[in-house]
């Protein structure tokens, strides 16, 4: 079946500016994470939905990061106000009930902010 | 707090040779723990997991792990490397808190020769 997908793979945006990445999980999953991975690190945890509420948004760097998952199923990370900082592979993941379950990844999106 | 240490950040080995990949944890409680593998311009695809049960877990692709809680760790094994499985392993485990959040370690790029 049909893995977890991201758009855009890519995404170049200046500084000040605002971008929207989606993520769209495996169907049937109700939990939805994202991450953040920088150049030679690991995925860094930043926020976690269950359904449609966020359960724990405690890795969002700052209130400029906000994601929403309106109808449970697809999500949108929303960064406002990109600084070069931010310039990092952003990745989703969907786990069937979010307990002791295995996420699934998505291919990311990197996202490069000038 | 709860961590993961990938003490090597790469690993060499000739094709044909048994691999292991290093892991330490640090938890309170009882430890989740999972091994994903990214390959190049892909997103991080699950291997296996430890949840409880038998030390000696088995995943995809041939590989496994031992899980030994008197050392915290969980190391990933492979009897006989293929050039294929050249990647970047990374090992984590789910925060206590009561999701399924996952901490990552940094990651330990495997380079298996022919």
């Known amino acids: 079946g049909a893995g977890v997908s991201q758009t855009p793979s890519n995404k170049v945006t200046e500084k000040g500016k605002y971008v929207e990445l989606r993520c769209d999980p495996i169907?049937?999953?109700?939990?939805l994470y994202w991450y953040r991975q920088s150049l030679g690190q690991g995925p860094e945890f930043l926020i976690y939905?269950?359904?449609?509420?966020?359960?724990?948004d405690s890795g969002l760097p700052n209130d400029r990061f906000f994601a929403v998952r309106p109808e449970g199923s697809v999500s949108t990370l929303k960064i406002q106000r990109t600084e070069r900082g931010d310039s990092a592979v952003y990745l989703c993941?969907?786990?069937?009930?979010?307990?002791?379950?295995?996420?699934?990844f998505g291919p990311g999106t990197r996202l490069t902010v000038t | 707090a709860q961590s993961v240490a990938q003490p090597e950040d790469q690993v060499n080995v000739a094709e044909g040779n048994p691999l292991t990949v290093k892991c330490t944890y640090s938890?309170?409680?009882?430890?989740?723990l999972f091994w994903y593998v990214q390959y190049p311009n892909r997103g991080l695809q699950f291997l296996l997991k430890y949840i409880t049960g038998d030390n000696l877990v088995k995943g995809s692709y041939g590989f496994e792990a031992e899980f030994n809680k008197s050392q915290t760790s969980f190391h990933l094994k492979k009897p006989s490397a293929l050039v294929s499985d050249s990647a970047l392993y990374f090992c984590?485990?789910?925060?206590?808190?009561?999701?399924?959040?996952?901490?990552f370690g940094a990651g330990t790029r495997l380079a298996v020769h022919p």
């Open positions: 993941a969907s786990s069937l009930n979010g307990y002791q379950d295995e996420q699934y």
């Open positions: 984590a485990v789910r925060d206590a808190g009561g999701y399924n959040k996952l901490i």
């Open positions: 939905f269950q359904g449609t509420g966020a359960a724990d």
């Open positions: 938890v309170s409680g009882n430890p989740y």
């Open positions: 169907s049937g999953h109700t939990a």
